[in-house]
């Protein structure tokens, strides 16, 4: 299993859709056996949901996360856990022990913020990006 972690600096970067790297896990027998820093070379949640499939994860832990990429990463058959800060090691070895605490209803709320001209539910549609087959046909 692969599990993902939006990363920045150690801990769980908390906006999906600009995560700049993630660390990737590799979990054989309830114990990471791997770990590995990589840059995602793009930004946007359809982008980042096809790395994310290209790369073999099979779960996401997550900060805010908006509505285009929960879209993107079910369709890509992601499991997402979001909601979740701190220390990624600790995030990773809390969703091995079965004890994570996240937030399945967070949402990203930076859209305003960062200028973004899309509200989380409406992207998919004009400011939506080619899912490559990975996150649907928006």
Do not use: W
């Not at 150690?10 to 859709?17: L, S």
């Not at 073999?56 to 997402?80: F, P, S």
């Not at 091995?96 to 996240?102: A, Q, R, Y």
């Amino acid at each position: 299993m692969k599990i993902a972690v939006t990363y920045e600096n150690g801990n769980v970067f908390g906006h999906f859709g600009h995560a700049e790297q993630f660390k990737i896990y590799e979990i054989e027998n309830g114990a990471v056996v791997a770990s590995e820093v990589v840059d995602t070379n793009g930004s946007g949640h359809g982008a980042l949901a096809q790395f994310l499939c290209d790369m073999g994860v099979n779960a996401l832990i997550c900060g805010g996360v908006g509505m285009g990429a929960r879209i993107a990463l079910d369709e890509a058959g992601i499991k997402l856990m979001p909601g979740v800060s701190g220390s990624a090691d600790d995030a990773v070895q809390s969703y091995i022990s079965g004890t994570l605490n996240f937030n399945p209803d967070a949402q990203c709320n930076h859209h305003h913020e960062s200028g973004h001209e899309c509200e989380p539910h409406e992207c998919g549609g004009h400011c939506g990006e080619d899912k490559h087959g990975c996150g649907g046909n928006h």
